[in-house]
């Protein structure tokens, strides 16, 4: 479990062909105070598990199933990548509740200066999209950010310059694939909704509806 507050950027240190994957060299500093071998760690939103330790680097196989559902397949040396170590015990809930598990990838489509502050829109897949409500989050390449708008195929956030620096979407251009987490909990609640409502009751949901059931 990660909270969509990135730690540090890496950088791609090696990148080799393994058993249909992929092996993965990422230089660290601050995430490798206490990481151990085993230990999950979120590269670019995904949940990754530390295979090796190294003087100032880690590093981490990635599966052919990661691979065709996430970015870490363009990976190359010298990329830069977030990373975030898993959430600890009693540990400060920054961001929001991710899973590392992605859900699909979507496309840089557009970045504009606004202020201080730089307002980035993404294509989504459907399967994120029906996720996305205006001010709610979603993780972006494994940052936790607030959802400003939301389009028939596409979202934007709006990123501060602290942000901007401290992870990859500062160097991000048009046409860039990233990897898109909506809020799980939304999911929990389709889930439950889901098994409340009869099928012929339609995916929309009034509050009404929600009232007679007990939720509100």
């Known amino acids: 479990m990660f909270t969509g507050i990135v730690e540090e950027m890496g950088e791609v240190l090696a ?24 230990d999950s760690i979120a590269v670019n939103g995904i949940c990754l598990t530390v295979a090796e330790l190294y003087r100032g680097a880690f590093s981490a196989e990635v599966m052919p199933e990661t691979l065709r559902k ?34 699909g990838t979507g496309e840089t489509k557009s970045i504009k200066r606004e202020g201080n502050a730089l307002v980035m829109s993404f294509q989504a897949p459907e399967q994120v999209l029906r996720y996305l409500v205006e001010r709610g989050s979603v993780a972006v390449d494994g940052v936790s950010l607030t959802v400003v708008s939301v389009e028939a195929d596409a979202f934007s956030v709006s990123i501060i310059p602290h942000t901007a620096k401290g992870t990859t979407l500062g160097y991000r251009g048009r046409g860039d694939t990233v990897n898109l987490e ?23 949901v009034t509050y009404r509806q929600l009232e007679e059931k007990g939720f509100l």
């Not at 080799?16 to 230089?27: A, D, F, P, R, T």
């Not at 990976?75 to 959430?87: I, S, T």
């Not at 600890?88 to 598990?101: D, E, K, L, N």
């Open 15 to 38: 990148r080799q062909h393994h058993n249909e994957g992929i092996y993965l060299k990422i230089k660290g500093d601050r995430v490798l105070g206490d990481l151990a071998l085993g």
């Open 70 to 103: 996430t970015n870490l397949t363009g990976l190359k040396r010298g990329d830069r990548v977030n990373l975030e170590r898993a959430l600890p015990a009693g540990g400060r809930i920054g961001g929001h509740f991710v899973s590392g598990h992605i859900d």
């Open 182 to 204: 909506a809020d799980m909990l939304v999911k929990y609640v389709e889930k439950i909704l889901g098994k409340t409502y009869p099928k012929e009751m339609g995916r929309g």
